[in-house]
């Protein structure tokens, strides 16, 4: 008699920019995953999931397909492929920061473009080449778009030494000037300006997104396993920018001193400590916040002040 067939979840994971962001946060959400330079196929601690490594251009596609249930990809290469898939949740985080990214288009600092009309039959460089084709039509802007694998196809015609050509200029620097703009993503602008690049527009804002295939989502056994999955990568997510405080405290100063400097997702937990009059508190918060609240608490009257991280924050 012939075993049934295990069940299992295909999930595809970002290999490149988000891949070391995704893999923190996977094994907050309590998931290990062991990546090899040598293979796409991670090993991971759940027996019920398979996990390929794909960049995040072509995740959309794969999922979309069905050689993928699952998989996490930027909604600005979703919206590039026009995948038709189903979007399970938004996750707000990026290479470096728990925030967006932005689709710029760019122009040297001494271009005297200010404004996407200014580029009327010019030439515009980038990977998001779909995108960038649809923001000059809504602007009726005629422009010719090409794609850009990005500056390290450019370096090894540089002359001079390291990343510079005979002007001075960095790969990014000599792109941008080969072109009258480009569209690049960027988190902060730090590195646009870091090449004298100026902002002209926003093309597109982007971030992280769960998606699953349409049909997979029809499976009540696998859209519980991705559902499982999005609510504690999300309580990852929140558990990044938050902190756990303990402290006890005389319940004299609680009423009258402590309370009011607490922010809390509800309200702080006390429970009465055996020395009467005395209480713990336990609370969690901004981890912006916590060089400032700490030593106003310890004025305030608390005492064994404790702080510790959070791997998931479940809302």
Not at 309 to 314: E, Q, R
């Amino acid at each position: 008699m012939t075993q049934p067939r295990k069940k299992m979840l295909k999930l595809g994971l970002p290999k490149g920019s988000l891949e070391k962001a995704t893999l923190d946060l996977l094994a907050r959400a309590g998931y290990e995953v062991q990546v090899s330079d040598r293979s796409y196929v991670p090993k991971t601690d759940d027996p019920e999931m398979e996990v390929v490594m794909l960049r995040a251009q072509e995740m959309s596609r794969y999922v979309e397909l069905g050689a993928l249930d699952a998989g996490l990809t930027g909604q600005d290469w979703i919206a590039e492929n026009a995948s038709k898939v189903h979007v399970v949740s938004d996750l707000i985080y990026a290479k470096a920061s728990l925030s967006k990214v932005r689709w710029v288009l760019a122009v040297p600092e001494e271009s005297r473009v200010r404004k996407p009309e200014d580029l009327e039959g010019g030439q515009v460089a980038t990977e998001l080449v779909k995108v960038t084709e649809r923001y000059f039509r809504d602007h009726k802007v005629k422009v010719r778009v090409e794609f850009s694998y990005g500056a390290t196809e450019i370096k090894p015609g540089l002359s001079g030494a390291a990343n510079l050509d005979d002007s001075g200029w960095d790969a990014e620097e000599v792109k941008a000037r080969r072109v009258d703009a480009i569209v690049d993503v960027t988190e902060t602008g730090s590195s646009l300006r870091a090449h004298r690049l100026r902002i002209v527009d926003t093309v597109m804002t982007s971030n992280t997104q769960f998606i699953a295939n349409t049909r997979s989502w029809k499976d009540p056994w696998k859209r519980e396993k991705i559902e499982n999955l999005a609510m504690l990568l999300q309580g990852a997510i929140n558990a990044k920018e938050m902190v756990g405080l303990k402290m006890n405290v005389k319940k004299a100063d609680w009423n009258s001193k402590v309370k009011a400097l607490l922010p809390a997702e509800r309200s702080p937990t006390l429970s009465d400590l055996a020395e009467t009059g005395w209480c713990a508190v336990e609370v969690i918060l901004p981890a912006a916040r916590e060089r400032e609240l700490v030593p106003l608490l310890k004025r305030a009257g608390a005492t064994g002040i404790i702080v510790y991280p959070l791997n998931k924050v479940i809302h």
